[in-house]
C-alpha cells in the first residue's frame, strides 16, 4: 500500500554553498529539467526554489537557495534568510563547493554553518571537468569539516555535464530520507507557480545579457499566461528596473538588448514547455524596489 507512510520515504534536502559554484545547475541535473535559473554571475537565485524528485517509493524535495554572501541591501537580507530557512528544517544537506579554486572566506563561512548540524551532508566538489587538481582540492574543502561528528559523504562531479554521479548521488540522497507521506503529488517537479517559473527563466536571460550593476537590479514578473486553442502560450512579463535611467539601459539601442533577451527566454520557454510561445516583454520602473519591503512582497521576495 504506497498510502501508508510506513511504506515510503520522503524528505527536505537543502542545496547550500557560496554563489556560483553550481548549486542550481546540480538541482536541475537531479530532475533532468529546469526548475531553477543558472548564470555565470553570482547571486542569480534568489529564492529558496524547491524542486521535486519522486520514484514510487521515495520523494526528495530539494531547496535551492541563494548563496550565502554579505548582505548589502534589504534584497540581500532577504536572500541570506532564505538560507537560515532552508536550513531550520530539513532532512539532509548538500554542500556544493568549486573544485577549480581553493576555499575562500565565504566557504568558511557556510562551512561553519553546517558543520556542526546533526544532518547526513553530502559535500559535493563540483566542475570537476574544468578542476586542474581535484583531488587537492576537495580535500582542502574536507578540511573544513574537521570535527564534524554527523555522516558525511564526498562526491566529486560535474553537474553541467550531468555524469552517472549525479544519479548515483541522487540515489544515496535517497537512502537516508526518514519513513514519511509524501509532501507532493508524485508528478509534481516544483513547487513554484508557472508564472513564477517563467518570470526566472526571463530573469536568468536578462542577467546574462546585461552589463554592470544591472543584473542585479532587474526583479522580473508574469502578468498573464493565457493558452490559445492551437497550444500557444501567451505570456505577458515585465522587467522590473529601480531607476528610470536603467529603462532605457535595458531596452539598448533601437530596441536591440530588450528584443534580445526577449527571442532568448521565449527559445528557453518553447523548449522546457514544448510548446510554441508568444512572450510580450516590458520595462517598467519601481523606484527603488530593492530597498522597499512592499515591493519585494509585489516581486514575491518574501
Ligand atoms: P549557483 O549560483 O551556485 O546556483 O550556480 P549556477 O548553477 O548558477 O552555476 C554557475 C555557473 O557555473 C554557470 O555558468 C554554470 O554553467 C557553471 N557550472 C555549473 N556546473 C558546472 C560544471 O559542472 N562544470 C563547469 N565547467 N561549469 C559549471
Ligand atoms: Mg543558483
Given amino acids: 500500500n504506497p498510502d501508508s507512510p510506513s511504506d515510503t520515504r520522503a524528505g527536505f534536502v537543502a542545496i547550500v554553498g557560496k554563489p556560483n559554484v553550481g548549486k542550481s545547475t546540480l538541482l536541475n541535473a537531479f ?97 570537476q571537468d574544468a578542476a586542474k587538481y581535484p583531488e587537492e582540492a576537495i580535500g582542502l574543502y574536507e578540511a573544513l569539516l574537521e570535527g564534524r561528528e554527523a555522516d558525511t559523504t564526498v562526491t566529486s562531479l560535474s553537474a553541467q555535464k550531468n555524469d552517472a554521479k549525479v544519479t548515483a548521488l541522487r540515489a544515496q540522497i535517497l537512502d537516508v530520507l526518514p519513513e514519511n507521506p509524501f509532501f507532493f503529488p508524485q508528478g509534481s517537479a516544483s513547487d513554484q507557480s508557472r508564472e513564477q517559473w517563467a518570470a526566472e527563466i526571463v530573469r536568468e536571460q536578462a542577467m546574462m545579457k546585461l552589463r554592470d550593476e544591472l543584473p542585479y537590479a532587474v526583479a522580473t514578473r508574469v502578468n498573464r499566461w493565457t493558452e490559445r486553442d492551437d497550444g500557444l502560450q501567451r505570456i505577458e512579463a515585465e522587467i522590473v528596473v529601480e531607476k528610470a535611467a536603467h529603462k532605457g539601459m535595458v531596452i539598448g539601442a ?28 516590458e520595462v517598467v520602473v519601481i523606484p527603488g524596489w530593492r530597498e522597499d519591503p512592499e515591493a519585494l512582497r509585489e516581486l514575491g521576495y518574501e
Fill in 31 to 127: 530532475l533532468n529539467t529546469k526548475v531553477a535559473p543558472t548564470s555565470h554571475r553570482p547571486q542569480t537565485t534568489r529564492r529558496g526554489v524547491r524542486g521535486i524528485f519522486s520514484d514510487g517509493t521515495h520523494q526528495v524535495v530539494f531547496v535551492d537557495t541563494p548563496g550565502v554572501h554579505k548582505p548589502k541591501d534589504a534584497l540581500g537580507k532577504y536572500m541570506n534568510n532564505e538560507v537560515s530557512t532552508a536550513l531550520s528544517d530539513i532532512d539532509a544537506m548538500i554542500w556544493v563547493v568549486d573544485l577549480r579554486h581553493p576555499p575562500t572566506d565565504e566557504d568558511r563561512l557556510v562551512a561553519r554553518q553546517i558543520r556542526d548540524l546533526p544532518k547526513p551532508l553530502f559535500l559535493v566538489g563540483n566542475k
Fill in 254 to 281: 533601437g530596441g536591440k538588448q530588450l528584443r534580445e533577451i526577449g527571442t532568448a527566454a521565449r527559445k528557453q520557454l518553447e523548449t522546457l514547455l514544448n510548446a510554441k510561445v508568444f512572450l510580450g516583454l
